[in-house]
């Protein structure tokens, strides 16, 4: 499947991923996410049941605190 993350376009070798899924195979490890699929903001108790398909835009943002 074809997908553009973070604004690049990017392939998996599945036809569509849960959240979670796309987080391991991208290795995308930091605890403070914010994900949004289409523009559509995802909560992250529903990572595990959203899915990504064919064509989405996917934006993973990392939360950074300090001061």
Same mark, same amino acid.
């Given at each position: 499947?074809?997908?553009?993350?973070?604004?690049?376009?990017?392939?998996?070798?599945?036809?569509?991923?849960?959240?979670?899924?796309?987080?391991?195979?991208?290795?995308?490890?930091?605890?403070?996410?914010?994900?949004?699929?289409? !523009?559509?903001?995802?909560?992250?108790?529903?990572?595990?049941?959203?899915?990504?398909?064919? !064509?989405?835009?996917?934006?993973?943002?990392?939360?950074?605190? !300090?001061?």
């Amino acid at each position: 499947m074809n997908i553009t993350l973070n604004n690049r376009p990017d392939s998996i070798d599945k036809d569509k991923v849960t959240i979670s899924e796309l987080l391991e195979i991208k290795n995308f490890t930091f605890k403070m996410l914010v994900i949004k699929v289409n !523009g559509k903001l995802v909560k992250k108790e529903k990572y595990d049941s959203s899915y990504v398909n064919n !064509g989405d835009d996917v934006t993973v943002l990392h939360l950074v605190s !300090g001061g």
